[in-house]
């Protein structure tokens, strides 16, 4: 790194003075602004990769690489090693990427098979079936089944991007959100045919034995009687 005690000592002089400093310096400070143009110029070239790699390494907390790539970004911080050759950035970049786009498509295609056996859930049902298809659709749109838009990764912009909108943990709650939005629906379908219709929601619960399962489905029983018994149709979700 080119010393800078010398600028500093030439900055504090004036007038003539200062100016002859300046020239019988000349040749150092040529040396020096081509060094620190080189710097200037990988700084610009690096610090968007940088950046990009500093934004996407939160998201992969819940993978392997992130324990694998944080120690080297902090040695990177600590070290002062950006603009080190060869450059540290490329091949930190290029692994964390790999894993986010892996985790990112495995994250959706999970949620688009869910997705899939909601909606088959949804058009096997006996009230939806009697729907007309105009009905079923305006039930779809207020509950936001629409088809699942395709995701983008061609580029890491585009992959911070997706991520930012949804995150990898985020995509298990977006899952129970749409099985929630398909039993509202179901709800709907039965409200259409039957508007006194109310809903059930079954409780979710661990069964180990066969004594648990009766005392369950007794509850059910009971539960579901005692909206049957008020005179209203129900729902169970």
Known sequence: ????????????????????????????????????????????????????????????????????????????????????????????????????RQAVTAARNAHLRAYQEKIEQLNQDSNWCRLSPAKQQEIRNRRGLGPLAPINLDSDEDLLKILQQTSLLAWEDKTNAMAERVSLALLDAARELAPTAKRLVLPRTTINTEAELDAYLDEIKEDALTIIRSGKPVVLS
Request: glycine share 2%.
């Open 1 to 100: 790194r080119p010393p800078i005690l010398y600028i500093t000592e030439l900055e504090s002089l004036a007038g003539n003075e200062q100016l002859a400093a300046v020239y019988e310096q000349r040749e150092q400070i040529r040396r020096d602004y081509r060094t620190w143009s080189l710097w200037r110029d990988k700084t610009r070239t690096r610090l968007p990769q940088w950046e990009l790699l500093t934004k996407l390494i939160p998201y992969a907390e819940s993978l392997p690489v992130y324990g694998e790539i944080v120690p080297e970004i902090d040695a990177v911080k600590e070290q002062r090693k950006l603009l080190a050759e060869p450059d540290p950035v490329p091949p930190l970049l290029t692994k964390l990427t790999a894993a986010l």
